[in-house]
C-alpha cells in the first residue's frame, strides 16, 4: 500500500485571534463555495464544496465548528442534506464553552479533539469512563488540554456529557500539587502571615504529606520564600533545577553552554576577543549567537566551568535561570534612519537596572527605537516601543509555543518613566503569580485592569513596587562570581533522599 498523505487543520493558536483551515480553501473552476460575512463581528466562514462534498475550510473570528465541518471533510461525507446550515453548525462546539454538550457528544471517536497531542475523542471519553473527574486529570492522562489550551472547550464538553451531574468545573481548588492541598496562594500566604524563611519550616507548618516535597513543588516554595523575604530567606540550592544548581544550561549530551551577560546586546572588541580567546583556549565546540543578541560557548564540560567563567570575566548572564534574561534591542536613533529614541541606551539602562533578578519563569525584553519595532517588542514580557513623543510599554508578550501579542499598558515621556514602571510592573508579577507561570497567562488571569490600577494610577504604590524590586535585588550576588571565589559549590550533588520535617 502506498501512503498518499493525510489530511491536515491548523488552528491559529494566538490569544485574540481565532483562525481555523483545513483542505483546499482556495477552491478552482470545479468547485463552489459557500461563504458568511459578518463585518460587524469580525466573523468570516468559508466552506468549499465539490461533488457536494467538504474540499476546504476557513473560520476567522469563530471557529467553534471547525472540528464538525473538519470530520466531514475527513470523511468524505456527502454533505447535500446539511448544506443549509453547514456555515452555522450543529450547534456552538469547542471555544463556546459548555454550550453543546449533548451534541458534542455526537463527534465520532475517531474525531481529534487535541492537535497538538494527536488524541481523539475516543481516547478521552474511554479514560473518563475510567476513572477520571477533572479536567487537570484528564490532562496529565491523556495530555488533551496540556499544551495550547485551545481545545479545553471540548474536553470539558466531553467530562459534562460523559460524567453529568458529577462534574462540576466551578468547584475545584487547583492544589500546588499532590503533596498539599493548599493552592499556590494559600502557601504564599502562610509563608507572609508565619514568616516562614525556608522549604523546610513552610513543609513543616503546613503539614506537607511527603515531608520532603517533590520536584513540582520544592522549586515552587523555595521561590515564594525568597520573594517574600530576600534578605533573610534561607534559599535551597538542591530545590532548585538542575541548570540553576549549576549556572549554565545542560545539553542533550551532558555538556554546558555559557552566555555571558551583554547588555542590550551592545559588545566591545575587547570582550569579543575575550571571548574568542577563551573558546579557541578550551576548544569550545560552537560558538552561537543567541535569539537575544549574545553569544554563547556551547559543549563546556561541568568541571571546566568555574574555569571559563573566570578567564571570561564577564557577568553571568542568567541563560539557565527563571530570571531576567535579556534585553534586546535595536540600533535605535543614534544610526538607523527611521529611529526617533535610542533604544540601545535604554535596552541597556533596563537590563542593569534588572539584572540578578529572579522571577516565577523567565522573563525577556526589549526596545525599540521607533514603531517599526525590530527589536520585536510586542511579543517580550515587557516591551518598549519608541515615538516620537516618548515611548509605549508593553507587557505580557510571548513567542513561544503559544504566541500572544502583548498589551499596552502605558505612553510615557522619558527613560526613567519607562524603568520604574518596568520594575513596578514585574515585582507585581513576582509577587502575585504562580511558580513557572510567565507574564502572558499572568496578565490574562488578573486582567490588564487590576495591573493598570496597581502600577500606573497609584504613584506611590507603583514607586513601593519598584523599591521592593530593588531591594530584593541588592541581594542577590553574581553566581559566577560566587564560585569563581569558593563561596558556591556549583558541583555538590542535590539532595535525593529527605529526613522526616523537610529538606
Known amino acids: 500500500m502506498r501512503y498518499e498523505g493525510s489530511v491536515t487543520s491548523t488552528k491559529l493558536k494566538v490569544t485574540g485571534i481565532e483562525l481555523f483551515s483545513a483542505g483546499d480553501f482556495l477552491g478552482g473552476n470545479d468547485t ?28 476567522y473570528g469563530d471557529t467553534s465548528i471547525g472540528p464538525w465541518l473538519f470530520e466531514h471533510l475527513r470523511e468524505e461525507n456527502d454533505v447535500s442534506s446539511q448544506r443549509d446550515y453547514l456555515l452555522f453548525g450543529e450547534t456552538h462546539l469547542g471555544d463556546s464553552g459548555h454550550a453543546g ?99 523546610r519550616e513552610t513543609f513543616c507548618s503546613l503539614g506537607w504529606r511527603n515531608p520532603g516535597g517533590c520536584a513540582t513543588c520544592r522549586p515552587a516554595v523555595n521561590y515564594y520564600v525568597r520573594t517574600a523575604w530576600p534578605a533573610e530567606a534561607l534559599d535551597d540550592p538542591s530545590a532548585r533545577f538542575i ?16 552566555v555571558p551577560r551583554i547588555y542590550g546586546g551592545v559588545t566591545t572588541p575587547t570582550e569579543l576577543k575575550r571571548i574568542a580567546e577563551v573558546a579557541e583556549r578550551h576548544a569550545v565546540p560552537m560558538v552561537k549567537f543567541t535569539g537575544g543578541q549574545r553569544l554563547d560557548l556551547l559543549g563546556i564540560p561541568k568541571e571546566k566551568l568555574p574555569q571559563i567563567w573566570a578567564e571570561l570575566d564577564m557577568p553571568s548572564g542568567y541563560a539557565y535561570g527563571k530570571a531576567l534574561r535579556t534585553v534586546k ?61 516618548g515611548w509605549e510599554i508593553y507587557v505580557g508578550g510571548n513567542g513561544g509555543m503559544k504566541v500572544r501579542a502583548a ?13 520604574e514602571i518596568t520594575k513596578a ?5 513576582r509577587e502575585d503569580a504562580q511558580y513557572l ?52 559549590d556549583i558541583h555538590a550533588a542535590p539532595l535525593r533522599r529527605v529526613s522526616a520535617g523537610g529538606v
Open 32 to 59: 463552489e463555495e459557500l461563504t458568511l460575512l459578518d463585518a460587524h463581528r469580525g466573523i468570516y466562514k468559508k466552506v468549499v464544496l465539490q461533488d457536494n462534498k467538504i474540499k476546504g475550510i476557513l473560520l
Open 101 to 199: 454538550a449533548n451534541q458534542a457528544a455526537r463527534l465520532p471517536d475517531t474525531a481529534e479533539i487535541c492537535g497538538c497531542n494527536g488524541v481523539n475523542k475516543g481516547q478521552i471519553v474511554q479514560a473518563i469512563r475510567e476513572g477520571l473527574f477533572t479536567l487537570e486529570e484528564v490532562r496529565k492522562c491523556t495530555k488533551a488540554s496540556a499544551s495550547c489550551g485551545s481545545c479545553t472547550g471540548l474536553v470539558e464538553q466531553l467530562l459534562i456529557g460523559t460524567l453529568g451531574g458529577i462534574y462540576d468545573g466551578s468547584a475545584r481548588k487547583k492544589a500546588l500539587c499532590a503533596c498539599t492541598d493548599y493552592s499556590h496562594q494559600e502557601v504564599r500566604d502562610a509563608i507572609h502571615k508565619q514568616r516562614l524563611l525556608s522549604v
Open 243 to 258: 541548570n540553576e544548581r549549576a549556572h549554565a544550561n545542560i545539553q542533550k549530551d551532558g555538556t554546558y553552554s555559557v
Open 329 to 389: 534591542s535595536c540600533v535605535g536613533k543614534e544610526f538607523c534612519r527611521f529611529g526617533v529614541q535610542d533604544s540601545t541606551q535604554l535596552a541597556i539602562d533596563l537590563e542593569k537596572n534588572l539584572e540578578r533578578m529572579w522571577a516565577p519563569h523567565k522573563v525577556k525584553l526589549a526596545a525599540s527605537g521607533c514603531p517599526r519595532n525590530c527589536a520585536e517588542s510586542t511579543i517580550k514580557d515587557v516591551g518598549v516601543i519608541g515615538v516620537d513623543s
Open 407 to 419: 498589551d499596552l499598558l502605558a505612553k510615557v515621556k522619558t527613560g526613567a518613566e519607562v524603568i
Open 425 to 429: 510592573f514585574l515585582q507585581m508579577y
Open 437 to 488: 507561570e510567565r507574564t502572558a497567562p499572568w496578565v490574562e488571569r488578573v486582567g490588564m485592569e487590576r495591573i493598570k490600577a496597581e502600577v500606573i494610577d497609584k504613584l506611590e504604590r507603583r514607586r513601593e513596587l519598584a523599591e521592593r524590586l530593588d531591594f530584593a535585588i541588592a541581594q542577590e550576588k553574581d553566581p559566577w562570581a560566587e564560585a569563581i571565589s569558593g563561596r558556591l
